[in-house]
Nanobody, 120 residues
Framework: VQLQASGGGLVQPGDSLRLSCVAS????????MGWFRQAPGKEREIVAI???????RYGDSVSGRFRASRDNGKNTIYLQSDSLKTEDTAVYYC???????????????WGQGTLVTVSS
C-alpha cells in the first residue's frame, strides 16, 4: 500500500487549502486514516483521525478550523484547512492504520508528506 498526499503549497494567513491523500490498495479491512503534521523543530502531531464510518477526532490546535473527510470508494482522505495561520506551516502526512486506531503510533502506513507554508 502506498499513500500519496497532494495539495500543499504557499498560502497567506487566513487562506484556505485542501489536501488529498490517495491510498493505492488497503492493508487493513475498514482502515482508519489520518492526517498528521510536523513543523520545523517540533514533534509530529495529530491533525485528524477518521474512522471507516467517518467519526473524526481533531488535534486541539486545529479544531474548528480544519475538517477531515474520506471517500472509502476512492480510498481517499481529504483535509479542508480554513483560516490558516503561520503556525500551521508544516509537512502534512497522511497515514493508514487498523480499525480503531486512535494514536499516532497505531498507524502503520505513511505517505511522503506535502509541505504547507503559511506566510505573508
Amino acid at each position: 500500500v502506498q499513500l500519496q498526499a497532494s495539495g500543499g503549497g504557499l498560502v497567506q494567513p487566513g487562506d484556505s487549502l485542501r489536501l488529498s491523500c490517495v491510498a493505492s490498495g488497503r492493508t487493513f479491512s475498514h482502515p482508519a486514516m489520518g492526517w498528521f503534521r510536523q513543523a520545523p523543530g517540533k514533534e509530529r502531531e495529530i491533525v485528524a483521525i477518521v474512522s471507516w464510518n467517518g467519526d473524526t477526532r481533531y488535534g486541539d490546535s486545529v479544531s474548528g478550523r480544519f475538517r477531515a473527510s474520506r471517500d472509502n470508494g476512492k480510498n481517499t482522505i481529504y483535509l479542508q484547512s480554513d483560516s490558516l495561520k503561520t503556525e500551521d506551516t508544516a509537512v502534512y502526512y497522511c497515514a493508514e492504520g487498523p480499525p480503531g486506531s486512535t494514536r499516532m503510533g497505531d498507524f502503520r502506513r505513511w505517505g511522503q508528506g506535502t509541505l504547507v507554508t503559511v506566510s505573508s
